[in-house]
């Protein structure tokens, strides 16, 4: 499968405490996306990664979220000191060339109890 | 006032019904416009980008109208593999991020 994948694919944490998701795109494709969706509700932007620069941030991504793609590869998205807010389904999209059409991974669904 | 705006149904509706959904976006400076399916507790799937000469690929068609900001996608001869929630995108300023619209639920019934 050469699918975009994502791991875990569930994750319960307490709160407070930290975690750490992982992406890997499709190989070609040099555009990484985060986005956020939680029930009822469309994706929402987190951030965006060209090879290995994060080139743009939304407001959503508060100063507990950090993101990497130091390889230009694989990505990580960090949330420390995890509220209940976060509570979310955490997908991750690559592209080729053109934003439009993104390829979604299956997505990390995060519980902080 | 959300970026993009949608009627969340459910759309309840026979096989073989015609059924449309519409949504309206709230930045005129938007460049690029998709609708987007997500089946229950899947990733979404880009269904189809949206053109001002309007588009159509078999049963679908979408439409755009930039003056009123306002984007359509209408299903013709629905069938039960067509239920899902059906996901008005709308690029953003920077052209990078997409911005989702809640989404329509669609059922087809038998």
């Known amino acids: 499968d050469t699918g975009v994948s994502q791991d875990p694919r569930h994750k319960i944490t307490k709160r407070g405490q930290n975690v750490t998701f992982r992406c890997d795109p499709i190989?070609?494709?040099?555009?990484l996306y985060w986005y956020r969706q939680t029930l009822g509700q469309g994706p929402e932007f987190l951030t965006y990664f060209q090879n290995e620069a994060q080139l743009e941030k939304s407001r959503l991504l508060s100063d507990r979220f950090s993101a990497e793609r130091p390889k230009g590869s694989f990505s990580t998205l960090e949330i420390q000191r995890t509220e209940q807010g976060d509570s979310a389904m955490y997908l991750c999209?690559?592209?080729?060339?053109?934003?439009?059409?993104?390829?979604f991974g299956p997505g990390t669904r995060l519980t902080v109890t | 006032r959300k970026e993009v705006e949608q009627d969340p149904g459910p759309f309840n509706v026979p096989e073989g019904a015609t059924v449309a959904f519409n949504c309206t976006y709230s930045n005129s400076a938007s460049q690029s416009f998709f609708w987007y399916r997500q089946d229950c507790r899947k990733e979404p799937k880009l269904l189809m980008s949206?053109?001002?000469s309007g588009n159509e690929d078999g049963r679908f068609t979408a439409q755009l109208n930039r003056a009123s900001q306002y984007i359509s996608l209408l299903i013709r001869d629905s069938k039960l593999s067509d239920s899902a929630t059906y996901l008005c995108v709308v690029s953003s300023n920077s052209g990078y991020a997409l911005n989702f619209g809640k989404g329509t639920s669609l059922l087809v019934t038998p």
């Open positions: 999209a690559s592209s080729e060339n053109s934003v439009g059409e993104q390829y």
């Open positions: 190989s070609e494709h040099n555009r």
């Open positions: 949206v053109y001002s």
